[in-house]
């Protein structure tokens, strides 16, 4: 390895390492509150809705339970939040005995801390239990216990002085984002349009990776619709298994998403640079669980992936796996289908290639396509060290029946083929019952989708902290800049519409996570508005 790379991976290392030690040393200033007489333009411009300000938005959350807490009245509700919070993470073993401790806490009328307005749910909550711990047994209960916060609660909660905090945090939220936001390491791969860097928040001390898509080649390679399409769909995502926005902004010379960092590499690295090609059954079984679920997560939103490959699913620092790359995904609109031959070569269904409509069925062809190369160490279709031409490809893809090598158990290689099934309307994962199908596929048995959604599965894997996964800054050819073509009023339309600043929810978590949020978040003397200090 040249000198450059290893200065490059040990400033990065240690970076990642850095906790708060990553902050800059002027954090505070940086993340000042604005006096609460300053704040009044985001008072008028927040949308007063009780979901989104008190559950869905982390740090309007701890504010309103902040709140509940310092209201005599109110304190056993939110208690039985917090519990129901807690509830949620628990094991299947420990779900029984923790769910009826919740009962008799607050849902029986002789309790101390009985919640009245929804002790009727004791006896169905009880029932339940009984017949499956791992259903979500306080539905109904969590709901009329939101219900009610949201009436006057809610209401009080806007005129307290914790509402007024919440409005301070939005403004830093909403600070316009420039690159001077961030510290910028090195580069960790290159993409169509631009180069992708790890960078680090400076404020907060946040890894991220950042991928920057150059101006003048996305308006020569006429990109901007594609580039427009990709941040959108992120932005409206929530899942644990597709890699979060953080932050869209832009810069003289680039657009920039700023994802979750994944410093463990891509399933490519991994399933061809160590050791023998393929990965053993754990751990195939382990990401293709995960991938399912993050599929399932985009199709519950109408949006189809399109870009299933080793490739695109990368590992982060503790070994679980997020769906990357959203350029080629779209969102259908009710009832339609798309069209248009899209994807990677090699791993596109039989339907892309034979110019059909198609629907989300093409994602489970390419999670077919990703579990047989896993598992083989060879993407399906080819012969080992192969590169048939595009063409060839389709040809095999259409009329060719697969073949499995000895390192397919009996399993493995049903759940292929069902879902490498060449007509769509046979294929595993799109019939009657969906995704569900793939999951209870007897491959699957022993993983435990609950827990797996709730991130309380242990990975099988977990990357070495001390190493960097991706190839060594030589072996990253430069991103070359395009001549001849100047940006006008139009293009800067469009880079408005892409430069929106933070996406709240990542943001709020990001303070939260790196421990900012408990550091700035002090209240004066018992009592006292945060408007009579001086901030
Ligand atoms: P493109 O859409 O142009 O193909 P990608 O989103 O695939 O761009 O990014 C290009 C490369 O950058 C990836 O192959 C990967 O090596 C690296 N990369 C992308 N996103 C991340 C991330 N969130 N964390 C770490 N590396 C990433
Ligand atoms: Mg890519
Ligand atoms: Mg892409």
Redesign the pocket.
Known sequence: MEIESIVANSALIKAREGGSRGRSYKWKEMLRFNHISQCMDQASSTEREYYSLCVKQPIGKNLFQLFCRSRPDLQNSVSLLDALDAFETKSDEERKDFGVSIIERFLMRKSMQCVHVVEKHEQSCVHSLQVDSCSDAFQSCRQDLHNYLSGEPFSQYQQSMFFERFLQWKMLERRPITKCTFRQYRV?????????W?CQVRATGMM??C?K?DKTHVKKRRGEAMALN?KQILEALDSRFV?SLGYAYETKHSLCMV?????G??L?FHIHNIGQPGLDKNRVRFYAAEVCCGIMHLHRKSIVYRDMKP??I?LDDNGHI?I?????AVRLSEGSLARGKVGTAGYMAPEVIGHKHYGQSVDWWGLGCLIYEMTAGKPPLRKKGEHPKAAEMERRIQNQPLEFGEKFGKSVKNLCSSLLNKDPSERLGCLASGGKDVQDHRFFRKVNFRMLEAGLVEPPFKPDPRLVY??DLQDIDEFSTVKGVTLGETDCEFHCKFNTGSVSVNWQNEVIETGCFKELNVFGPEGSRPSDLDW
């Open positions: 960790l791969g290159k993409g169509g349009f631009g180069e992708v790890a991220y990776a991928k898509l990709e890699v994802l979750t960092m994944m410093s590499g891509d490519r490739e695109n990368l997020r990357s790359d959203l350029g080629l991706c190839s």
